[in-house]
Nanobody
């Protein structure tokens, strides 16, 4: 059974940092392009970043480029999103997943506020 479990969300001050984790079971992260998407209150889903399988090329939305870093630990079968220089507009529910397979986690809430 496939499970993706996000963690690491919480309250951060503007300019602060958080690291999100996405632990996978029944699913080998490194075999897939893995995505982080987010949904801000009252808004639709927004692609944040993804990492390709194999060589692991990374891609970012313009809104997070230079501030967020996606990575994975193949040994731990875990995907990460390091978020630095957080802004209030980064407040959202963050999900990890693989769109083609339809596998998604339950989300972790990030709130950026002073």
């Amino acid at each position: 059974q496939v499970q993706l479990v996000e963690s690491g969300g919480g309250l951060a001050q503007p300019g602060g940092s958080l690291r999100l984790s996405c632990a996978a079971s029944g699913f080998t992260l490194s075999s897939y392009w893995m995505y982080w998407v987010r949904q801000a209150p009252g808004k639709g889903l927004e692609w944040v970043s993804h990492i390709e399988n194999g060589g692991g090329s990374t891609h970012y939305a313009d809104s997070v480029k230079g501030r967020f870093t996606i990575s994975r630990d193949n040994a731990k079968n875990t995907l990460y999103l390091q978020m630095n220089s957080l802004k209030p507009e980064d407040t959202a529910l963050y999900y990890c997943g693989d769109p083609p397979s339809g596998y998604w986690g339950q989300g972790t809430l990030v709130t950026v506020s002073s």
